[in-house]
């Protein structure tokens, strides 16, 4: 069996099989490329203190090389699972980016209707501006023609 390989988890059954530490052997199942389904015994391992620890043992359930249409069947239906895997990751990635392109895009649009606020104010304050200083103007011409009255009678009693 190739290291990286699939192993399904242990079944019950042992088959009377013990490997080399003298515990009883279980049947699991290989998933690589060239022993697809087919099973096996190993060492379950024992524990000790952080982990467990196995004797290494190892020993075809069924001596034969898979092959027939079984064989092909199931290598078919694990590139099947391999490419649906691979395209639920594909469609995951695109409603991420989906999703935060709709976030930015909410956000964008709040930060336009806050700019068109803030425009709307703007233009409301320079009006403000404007009328106030037009007032201030008018006031100023007003006082100086007041002034100049106030003078003018200031100077016509003092002559």
Same mark, same amino acid.
């Given at each position: 069996?190739?290291?990286?390989? /699939? @192993?399904?988890?242990?079944?019950?059954?042992?088959?009377? @099989?013990?490997?080399?530490? =003298?515990?009883?052997?279980?049947? %699991?199942?290989?998933?690589?490329?060239?022993?697809?389904?087919?099973?096996?015994?190993?060492?379950?391992?024992?524990?000790?203190?952080?982990?467990?620890?196995?004797?290494? /043992?190892? %020993?075809?359930?069924?001596?034969?090389d898979p092959s =027939?249409?079984?064989?092909l069947a199931l290598?078919?239906? %694990?590139?099947?699972?391999?490419?649906? %895997?691979?395209?639920?990751?594909?469609?995951?990635?695109?409603?991420?980016?989906?999703?935060? !392109?709709?976030? !930015?895009?909410?956000?964008?649009?709040?930060?336009? !209707?806050?700019?068109?606020?803030?425009?709307?104010?703007?233009? @409301?304050?320079?009006?403000?501006?404007?009328?106030l200083q037009n @007032?201030?103007?008018?006031?100023?011409? =007003? /006082?100086?023609?007041?002034?100049?009255?106030?003078?003018?009678?200031?100077?016509? !009693?003092?002559?």
């Amino acid at each position: 069996m190739s290291t990286g390989s /699939f @192993v399904s988890a242990a079944s019950v059954e042992n088959h009377g @099989v013990v490997c080399d530490c =003298g515990l009883p052997s279980p049947v %699991r199942r290989s998933w690589t490329r060239r022993n697809p389904d087919r099973r096996f015994h190993t060492c379950k391992g024992r524990r000790v203190e952080n982990g467990y620890i196995d004797c290494g /043992f190892f %020993r075809w359930y069924n001596q034969g090389d898979p092959s =027939g249409w079984q064989f092909l069947a199931l290598l078919e239906a %694990r590139e099947m699972m391999e490419e649906q %895997r691979m395209q639920i990751a594909a469609l995951t990635n695109e409603v991420t980016t989906l999703s935060m !392109n709709a976030e !930015n895009d909410v956000k964008s649009k709040e930060l336009g !209707n806050r700019c068109e606020a803030l425009k709307r104010d703007v233009q @409301v304050l320079t009006e403000r501006c404007i009328g106030l200083q037009n @007032v201030l103007i008018a006031s100023t011409v =007003g /006082f100086g023609a007041v002034f100049g009255v106030m003078m003018l009678m200031w100077t016509s !009693n003092t002559a």
